[in-house]
């Protein structure tokens, strides 16, 4: 869930560390940081023996998950490269929606349409969203992930910049062995530590996986109903909204404010009717009072869309907004609807990593309020450019050009 689907994420084969320190530049992800962590890996992996202690984690389960595991450093090269913050839209999108994707998901439907069903009664969450959760994560089923989920969790609840997360990720999945909800061999996912089909992580596992088959063990690996449920149940209590979509692709009129394109200025239908918003392919917004946020992924380039609570929903299931566009946009081909109606900026080259930081930076130094650089883009840095681009007398839609960063540059 916090980490790339399969089709997008650094290969999961084994590979060595490159030595490199991390592209966020954290100073937990400095080579030399990461090499002294990984020489007290033995040494902070006993001091977590209390706190798994507390919840219940015999020592004998505890000695036999953990005796014998090794940091794997390889995951300090991918901590930094998540391609859901750092690729374009269309490119994250090409790869995710696809014609096969979608003729799958179609067949996976209609396999277990009583599981859906028995989902869709009970937690009242879209079957299409949660087919395409599914084949998002895990190109349904099979592309899982094969690293191991305690080696995974413990390197990084020891090593790297967000130890304090992981610890509890660590916990979380030594208590779901000891429970026996799913074995240790079916313990096995992405780098981050997140298993099973829709690639929960352990703490949202504990939170959220429901016994959906009556077996008496929450089982979101080898049970269909249970993972099935489970998601939805997951984007329930996210606070989705039943009967109502994720978002509808619109169109911007000439001269538009985008100062009002930020996740934080919800409106109405009805009111953005009133600042020129049209539903793209000329259709109509089936309930005026619904409230929604704008959200412009490519700037005055490309689709822009309207999107409404539960695509909230979903992004608490990951917090990238591509990430859940991607989601949203497969659940609606799947159920027959069509490919979006305006075209992606495709000629426009994508910043690196390296440059997203750099543009930050030199935003935060002409007096522009990014927060704390790290490569991604938020609210607060989108606002910045826009403030940017007004300031230099170009289109003030807060997307990132290179031709923008060269104005930087010269300033």
């Known amino acids: 869930m916090q980490t790339p689907p399969q089709d997008i994420a650094p290969s999961q084969a084994p590979r060595e560390w490159t030595g490199e320190d991390g592209g966020s530049g954290h100073p937990l992800m400095r080579a030399d940081a990461i090499r002294a962590a990984a020489a007290n890996f033995r040494n902070c992996l ?5 706190l798994a202690q507390r919840r219940n984690v015999p020592r004998a389960v505890f000695d036999q998950l953990l005796a014998g595991v090794t940091p794997d450093l390889r995951i300090m090269d991918l901590l930094d490269s998540q391609p859901e913050f750092i690729k374009a839209p269309w490119e994250y999108l090409d790869i995710l929606v696809t014609d096969a994707r979608i ?23 879209d079957r299409y969203i949660v087919a395409a959760i599914w084949g998002i994560e895990s190109n349904y089923g099979t592309r899982i992930g094969d690293r191991s989920v305690i080696r995974s969790t413990a390197t990084l609840a020891c090593i790297g910049r967000r130890q304090d997360y992981f610890r509890h990720e660590l916990l979380a999945a030594l208590e779901i062995v000891a429970r026996g909800d799913v074995r240790e061999q079916h313990l096995r996912g992405s780098w981050a530590g997140a298993f099973g089909p829709t ?5 949202t596992y504990r939170r959220f996986a429901v016994d959906a088959d009556g ?3 929450r089982d979101v690996v080898e049970s269909v109903p249970d993972l099935i449920a489970s998601t939805a149940n997951h984007l329930k209590r996210a606070g989705w909204i039943s009967g109502q979509t994720w978002g509808y692709e619109v169109v911007v009129p000439p001269g538009f404010n985008y100062q009002l394109a930020d996740r934080g200025r919800m409106k109405t239908i009805a009111e953005w009717e009133k600042v020129g918003i049209r539903r793209a392919g000329g259709k109509a917004f089936p309930r005026a009072t619904d409230r929604a946020f704008l959200l412009m992924p490519a700037g005055g380039q490309g689709p822009a869309f309207l999107m409404l ?5 979903i992004m608490k299931y990951n917090p990238s907004e591509a ?16 490919p ?7 000629h426009e080259r994508v910043l690196t990593r390296a440059e997203r930081l750099e543009l930050q930076k030199r935003l935060a130094r002409n007096g522009y309020d990014v927060g704390e650089p790290d490569g991604q883009f938020g609210p607060r840095t989108r606002n910045a450019l826009r403030q940017f681009q007004a300031a230099v007398g170009t289109m003030p839609d807060g997307f990132a050009t290179a031709s923008i960063l060269d104005r930087l540059r010269r300033r």
Do not use: C, S
């Open 309 to 313: 609570q539960n695509f909230r929903a």
């Open 323 to 338: 990430y859940a566009l991607a989601i949203g946009h497969l659940a609606d081909r799947l159920r027959g609807g069509e």
């Open 46 to 50: 006993e001091k977590i023996w209390p």
């Open 340 to 346: 979006f109606v305006q075209a992606w900026p495709r």
């Open 103 to 125: 003729a799958e998901g179609r067949a996976i439907l209609a396999k277990y349409r009583a599981a859906f069903d028995a989902m869709e009664k009970k937690y009242g969450v």
């Open 215 to 217: 077996d008496g063990r």
């Open 199 to 203: 690639q929960f992580m352990p703490t």
